[in-house]
């Protein structure tokens, strides 16, 4: 079945310094892919997404580009600040099999930002 | 603030008990979806209403049960409750069965002692 795996955490860089969150995938059909985050004590925002393969995803400085031949969506930022601490969710929906755009999730990396 | 609620924010209730979580989605959203978060299992996905049908069933307990009302709030039945079924249950809206992006509301701890 469709599968989403993270890097494990926690990831602890200083502010200013460059992030990276790997994400691979695996779909049977053409997933959508998204980037969620989850402050603490707080629900899920939706951070960025892509649609197709070579579609690059931004918001707020992240980006992350979909990339079909390595089933991959990994997750950047050039300058992380302190209020970036967060969890964050790389997540795909695939309705070929059951026609549901559910979110499949994978397991979330916490990053911390020290200052 | 995405337009998702959910209440109760906490809930604390004793084993074996059934309690109700409820969600009110977007204005306009016709999808609903609700989805567990777990220390052991993360994120997974319970099931998925579209307009009061059953749209999609995921890793949904039996003990588990779920509808849409007329003015698409949904609700979610948890029966015989167990210390395992302790987490955090999110409701996520979208405005249409084909729309894969969606909106999550603040979440309902549930705590079972």
């Known amino acids: 079945g469709d599968s989403v795996t993270q890097m494990e955490g926690p990831v602890t860089l200083s502010e200013e310094a460059f992030l990276t969150i790997n994400c691979t995938y695996t779909?049977?059909?053409?997933?959508?892919l998204f980037w969620y985050v989850q402050y603490p004590g707080e629900g899920l925002q939706l951070l960025l997404k892509?649609?197709?393969?070579?579609d690059k995803g931004s918001n707020k400085g992240f980006e992350a580009t979909y990339r079909k031949e390595t089933t991959s969506f990994h997750l950047e930022k050039g300058s992380v600040q302190v209020s970036d601490s967060a969890v964050y969710f790389c997540?795909?929906?695939?309705?070929?099999?059951?026609?549901?755009?559910?979110?499949?999730f994978g397991s979330g990396t916490r990053l911390l930002v020290r200052p | 603030d995405s337009g998702v609620t959910q209440t109760p924010k906490h809930l604390i209730t004793a084993t074996g008990q059934r309690v109700t979580l409820r969600c009110s989605p977007r204005s306009g959203d016709l999808s609903v979806y609700w989805y567990q978060q777990s220390l052991d299992q993360g994120l997974q996905f319970l099931i998925q209403?579209?307009?009061?049908?059953?749209?999609a069933k995921g890793n949904i307990l039996e003990r588990f049960s779920a509808q849409q009302f007329p003015d698409l709030h949904s609700e979610l039945n948890l029966s015989s409750l167990e210390l395992g079924d302790s987490a955090l249950y999110f409701c996520?809206?979208?405005?249409?069965?084909?729309?894969?992006?969606?909106?999550f509301g603040q979440g309902t701890r549930l705590t079972v002692v």
């Open positions: 892509a649609t197709k393969a070579d």
């Open positions: 779909a049977t059909g053409y997933p959508s």
């Open positions: 209403y579209y307009n009061g049908e059953e749209r």
């Open positions: 996520a809206s979208s405005p249409s069965a084909g729309t894969p992006e969606a909106f």
């Open positions: 997540a795909l929906s695939d309705p070929s099999g059951d026609s549901s755009y559910k979110l499949i």
